[in-house]
């Protein structure tokens, strides 16, 4: 039976995927519950996140860890990560496969029942120095800033086969975006609808009959409406004829831009939330579905989250605001045997203690962020999970209000050395940049280029240095 107030299935022309809404657009709230279903994957419950991967794997699980030890439905894989060897035929275009499955999802070894959505950029994308063109995308390789030409990021999703393509978008990745001209924007609106017509025009000739097509989820640019007025007049029309099945945010004030004939498409936001505060914030103004870099970001911080929704208890607000979480680097974890947060169920909480993680981290053992990992994503799965009771039960603003009150309004930093940063995980800032990482290896014959350590060792060796201050 169809739920009250929901609406028709959406469904593309090679009957891929529906979204259903259960609830959505009731007057004085706009936020929504559906559930996204695509052959032989997950149904996926919103509002929810899909996990960002580096080269097809989220940062610090194997394919068999995030199968066995989280329950992450989906994951975004960025074209970004594999044209280092660009003009030559990247590797990941010879995985040899049979017509029905994706050569993606068996390059990454990716788990047969998780979404698997693909995009040219990596979330968060690094700004490039070059700008994009009519015809190409400046992204940043392994190897450098390189162009990548918008029909071989077309033929790369015809080849490759993953259930979301998201098609390209002429967007800014800078604080320059707040600056832009009527003429950039113009532009922007200009080179997205060529790209987007280019992309419906190419799965439209696929051949593989034996595969599904995968679903466009169409971009909507972070200007003013007027500005691409004509790219969300094309997206009606694809719409209508099955082109287009979803719909990707660039910022959270591009929801009033969508047309009424296009609020039942899910919606997937590229906002790049900093916390859980700005998550609760664009569920209010109708997001499906998320992206959270910041989980991976506080993984690497060595931060375990702490944060629940809704709040368990509540008391009259006298107290000091709640940590979203906790810096598992600090000398306070040394000795203690509490999990990692006592109300969750995941494997770390429930096989290990602070002080094991702790001690893990500190000596740079690559389980501890693993461990953090398996937590934190459950942590928000039981965030979202909340989330659509809250709603379901028509509390979800009063809720918000008290997590508002409970929690500090920014996650920890973390206090000590995570794991070394991969060259796409800082913005560039200029010339003759502080290196991000510790050199590995020193010069045997400029003592001094040691550090500190090697100074210290050559005092307590020196022939002036009593019995003492040699004991240990």
């Known amino acids: 039976m169809t739920p009250v107030g929901a609406i028709r299935p959406i469904h593309s022309n090679t009957e891929l995927k529906s979204f259903q809404l259960q609830k959505h657009d009731a007057l004085g709230d706009a936020t929504r519950l559906g559930t996204l279903r695509f052959n032989d994957r997950t149904p996926i419950e919103t509002p929810h996140y899909i996990a960002i991967s580096s080269r097809g794997a989220v940062p610090h699980l194997s394919q068999d860890t995030m199968r066995e030890n989280t329950a992450i439905k989906g994951i975004y894989v960025a074209l970004e990560d594999y044209l280092e060897r660009l003009p030559l035929r990247p590797p990941i275009y010879s995985t040899p496969c049979p017509s029905y499955d994706s050569p993606l999802r068996r390059f990454i070894a990716l788990q047969k029942d998780a979404l698997l959505v693909l995009g040219?950029?990596?979330?968060?994308?690094?700004?490039?120095?070059?700008?994009?063109?009519?015809?190409?995308?400046?992204?940043?390789?392994?190897?450098?800033?390189?162009?990548?030409?918008?029909?071989?990021?077309?033929?790369?999703?015809?080849?490759?086969?993953p259930d979301v393509v998201i098609g390209c978008a002429d967007v800014v990745y800078s604080e320059a975006r707040a600056r832009l001209g009527r003429k950039r924007k113009?532009?922007?609106g200009e080179r997205t609808l060529a790209w987007m017509k280019a992309l419906v025009t190419e799965l439209q000739e696929e051949q593989e009959l034996n595969y599904p097509k995968p679903t466009i989820w169409a971009p909507i640019l972070p200007i003013e409406g007027e500005m691409q007025r004509e790219l969300l007049e094309y997206l009606e029309e694809a719409v209508v004829m099955g082109d287009v099945g979803g719909l990707v945010l660039y910022d959270r004030g591009g929801i009033d831009d969508i047309p009424a004939s296009l609020t039942s498409l899910p919606r997937l936001a590229f906002t790049e939330p900093q916390g859980p505060h700005m998550v609760l914030d664009e569920i209010a103004l109708g997001v499906d579905i998320f992206s959270l870099p910041f989980l991976n970001a506080a993984t690497d911080a060595g931060?375990?989250?702490?944060?629940?929704?809704?709040?368990?208890?509540?008391?009259?607000?006298?107290?000091?605001?709640?940590?979203?979480?906790?810096?598992?680097?600090?000398?306070?974890?040394?000795?203690?045997?509490?999990?990692?947060?006592?109300s969750c169920n995941c494997y770390a909480c429930a096989q290990h203690h602070c002080a094991f993680?702790?001690?893990?981290?500190?000596?740079?053992?690559?389980?501890?962020?693993?461990?953090?990992?398996?937590?934190?994503?459950?942590?928000?799965?039981?965030?979202?999970?909340?989330?659509?009771?809250?709603?379901?039960?028509?509390?979800?603003?009063?809720?918000?209000?008290?997590?508002?009150?409970?929690?500090?309004?920014?996650?920890?930093?973390?206090?000590?050395?995570?794991?070394?940063?991969?060259?796409?995980?800082?913005?560039?800032?200029?010339?003759?940049?502080?290196?991000?990482?510790?050199?590995?290896?020193?010069?045997?014959?400029?003592?001094?280029?040691?550090?500190?350590?090697?100074?210290?060792?050559?005092?307590?060796?020196?022939?002036?240095?009593?019995?003492?201050?040699?004991?240990?």
């Open 120 to 161: 040219p950029r990596r979330l968060p994308p690094i700004h490039t120095p070059g700008s994009n063109s009519y015809t190409s995308l400046s992204v940043l390789t392994s190897v450098g800033f390189r162009n990548l030409e918008i029909s071989d990021y077309i033929r790369a999703a015809s080849k490759l086969r």
């Open 186 to 188: 113009e532009k922007m």
């Open 303 to 342: 931060v375990a989250l702490t944060f629940r929704f809704p709040v368990p208890s509540y008391g009259n607000g006298a107290q000091p605001k709640a940590v979203l979480g906790l810096d598992m680097l600090s000398s306070e974890y040394v000795t203690d045997l509490a999990p990692l947060e006592a």
């Open 357 to 472: 993680v702790q001690h893990l981290l500190s000596a740079k053992e690559m389980l501890g962020w693993v461990l953090l990992q398996v937590h934190n994503h459950a942590m928000a799965d039981a965030f979202f999970n909340g989330i659509r009771t809250s709603i379901a039960n028509g509390t979800f603003a009063d809720d918000c209000d008290v997590f508002e009150k409970t929690y500090d309004g920014e996650l920890p930093i973390g206090t000590g050395v995570g794991p070394r940063i991969r060259g796409y995980q800082f913005q560039p800032s200029g010339v003759k940049m502080k290196k991000s990482n510790p050199s590995a290896y020193k010069k045997l014959d400029e003592p001094e280029s040691l550090g500190d350590n090697v100074a210290e060792e050559e005092s307590l060796n020196s022939s002036s240095v009593g019995a003492k201050n040699l004991e240990i």
